[in-house]
Each structure stands twice: as C-alpha cells, then as structure tokens.
Nanobody
C-alpha cells in the first residue's frame, strides 16, 4: 500500500493550496483518512480527518480555513487550505487507516510528506 501526496509548495500568506493524496496497492477497505503536519522542532499534529462516511474533524487553528474531503471511489483525500498563515508552514503527511484483506486488521499508513511553505 502506498499513499502518494501532491500539491505542496510555496505560497504567500493569505493564499491557498490544495493537497491531494491517493492510496494505491492491495486495498480491501479504507476507514479514516486525514492530514497531519510537522513543523521543524515540533511534534507531528493532526490537521484534519474524515471518516469513510464523510464525518470531518479539524484542529481549532484551521477551522474555517481548511476543508478536508475524500473520494472513496478514487481512494483519495484532499485538503483545501485557504488564508494560509505563517504558522501553517510544515511538512504535511497524508494518513489512512487501511485493511488489505477481509480477515486482516486495519492499520495505519503514511505518505512521505509534502512541504508547505508560507512566505510574506
């Protein structure tokens, strides 16, 4: 199973970026999907998550600015980030809880990360 992220880059404060993540490989089902981020010298933190049924959750600092969505048929999750702030700069990691077979347990999978840089 692989999670491939795209969409990171350099953006001015107040600008927007859209991150995408597609899961591939031997996938039986996907439970929750989400985005985490890690800034230099800080711990990785949850940014947003979405269940297979579409229930979403956001950390307080991004509520009203970020929107998470998913396409179950494409096995993909997206993060629309608007009004980006300096403190949003980090490496963003895609996360998914995946089962590879009907008899196997769900386990966590991570992407390699995509850099988001916010400039003045």
């Amino acid at each position: 199973v692989q999670l491939a992220e795209s969409g990171g880059g350099l953006v001015q404060a107040g600008g927007s970026l859209r991150l995408s993540c597609a899961a591939s490989g031997s996938i039986f089902s996907i439970n929750a999907m989400g985005w985490h981020r890690q800034a230099p010298g800080k711990q990785r933190e949850l940014v947003a998550a979405i269940t297979s049924g579409g229930v979403t959750d956001y950390r307080d600092s991004v509520k009203g600015r970020f929107t998470i969505s998913r396409d179950n048929a494409e096995k993909a999750v997206y993060l629309q980030m608007n009004n980006l702030k300096f403190e949003d700069a980090a490496v963003y990691y895609c996360h998914a809880v995946i089962r590879t077979g009907w008899a196997t347990p769900f386990r966590d999978y991570w992407g390699q990360g995509t850099q988001v840089t916010v400039s003045s």
